[in-house]
Antibody
Framework: QEHLQESGPGLVKPSETLSLTCTVSGGSISPYYWSWLRQPPGKGLEWIAYISYNGRTNSNPSLKTRVTISIDRSKNQFSLKLSSVIAADTAVYFC??????????WGQGTTVTVSS | QSALTQPASVSGSPGQSITISCTGTSSDVGDYNYVSWYQQHPGKAPKLMIYDVTERPSGDSNRFSGSKSGNTASLTISGLQAEDEADYYCSSYTSSDILVFGGGTKLTVL
């Protein structure tokens, strides 16, 4: 049974870069697509970006200029960097695996707060 | 404002059926059979309930079904149970090969 675990700082200062890693265990990072999503407190889900096992990426146009997504197949990990964060970036961040048109395996989520 | 439009809330009594709608455009829901539905209980990660408009993950309850007509997709839950009380989100791929979500629907089991 595949398991995803998000990791990274829970507190980031405004204007700095948020960095998160998702570690895939119990399975291989190939041949899937992988996504980062977030959910601000009390609000709905927002897709941030996806990356394929061989590095193809796409991201939410509203975040595109600030988002970098990368993959390390040797470590079975993929990562998110979100630059120039503001308070509105405060959210629970999830990583997830794509299967067909859905995301069938999710991490438990990690809370990131943007505050000085 | 979300790209896909869902009702903010729906409710039903145990044993009844309810339907949640998800309205998009001809650039997402209307043009692709790539709609999925997620259930989310408070403080938990979302769970995939339906993908490719009508498909259910193996082993999941057949009380959940999906459909689509034009630019609107729907999730139907039959034989409503207390454990179905949760937030539900629809999602679709778009012509730009990105993902969009609905704003979410809170289901209350009376």
């Amino acid at each position: 049974q595949e398991h995803l675990q998000e990791s990274g700082p829970g507190l980031v200062k405004p204007s700095e870069t948020l960095s998160l890693t998702c570690t895939v265990s119990g399975g291989s990072i190939s041949p899937y697509y992988w996504s980062w999503l977030r959910q601000p407190p009390g609000k709905g889900l927002e897709w941030i970006a996806y990356i394929s096992y061989n590095g193809r990426t796409n991201s939410n146009p509203s975040l595109k200029t600030r988002v970098t997504i990368s993959i390390d197949r040797s470590k079975n990990q993929f990562s998110l960097k979100l630059s120039s964060v503001i308070a509105a970036d405060t959210a629970v961040y999830f990583c997830a695996r794509h299967r067909d048109s859905g995301m069938d395996v999710w991490g438990q989520g990690t809370t990131v707060t943007v505050s000085s | 404002q979300s790209a896909l439009t869902q009702p903010a809330s729906v409710s039903g009594s145990p044993g009844q059926s309810i339907t949640i709608s998800c309205t998009g455009t001809s650039s997402d829901v209307g043009d692709y059979n790539y709609v999925s539905w997620y259930q989310q209980h408070p403080g938990k990660a979302p769970k995939l309930m339906i993908y490719d408009v009508t498909e259910r993950p193996s082993g999941d309850s057949n009380r959940f079904s999906g459909s689509k007509s034009g630019n609107t997709a729907s999730l139907t839950i039959s034989g409503l149970q207390a454990e179905d009380e949760a937030d539900y989100y629809c999602s679709s791929y778009t012509s730009s090969d990105i993902l969009v979500f609905g704003g979410g629907t809170k289901l209350t089991v009376l």
